[in-house]
């Protein structure tokens, strides 16, 4: 098996992580072409990203696979909610995006990625690591389940 490492993702990385989306955004935009461009701009994408990973509550990750490059990437963020007669206070990190190349998958990036998000989580001080998946995406969903996540809520949409 080739070696793989994950290390910190930071602005000058925004270009890698805009090409390494490509895939994942089209899944999304296939599906749900009435929410996703068809294909973004990725210099847009890339100060998008850029933008992201220079905020402080920020976190972003690549992994590289010996002989393969760069395969994946994981961007998280740290949200703080203040306390409310509704509401407990709590620091709590929210994946915001992960993606692996398909021809590098079953290969252990995205358990490194996610691994590497639920340590940033911990060092912060949160207690929990929350995630959003689309109904669709399957592969996402059985990933998602088989690395411990519960579902906490269900979204629930009707066209107009």
Not at 28 to 57: C, F, K, M, V, W
Not at 113 to 128: M, Q, S
Not at 136 to 145: M, T
């Amino acid at each position: 098996m080739s070696a793989l490492t994950v290390r910190r993702a930071f602005p000058e990385d925004a270009a890698l992580l805009a090409e390494m989306n490509r895939h994942v955004h089209d899944l999304h935009a296939r599906h749900r072409p009435d929410i996703y461009n068809e294909q973004p701009p990725p210099e847009e994408l890339a100060t998008i990203y850029r933008e992201q990973l220079g905020r402080a509550s920020v976190w972003g990750f690549v992994a590289e696979l010996a002989g393969s490059g760069y395969v994946g990437y994981a961007t998280a963020a740290l949200h703080q909610r203040a306390p409310s007669a509704f509401l407990q206070p709590e620091s709590f990190m929210v994946l915001n995006q992960l993606a692996v190349a398909p021809e590098a998958t079953r290969r252990g990036a995205a358990t490194a990625l996610l691994d590497a998000v639920r340590e940033a989580g911990r060092a912060a001080g949160c207690r929990r690591l929350v995630t959003e998946v689309w109904d669709f995406n399957d592969e996402a969903r059985s990933f998602y389940e088989a690395s411990g996540f519960l579902p906490m809520k269900r979204s629930l949409e009707q066209l107009l």
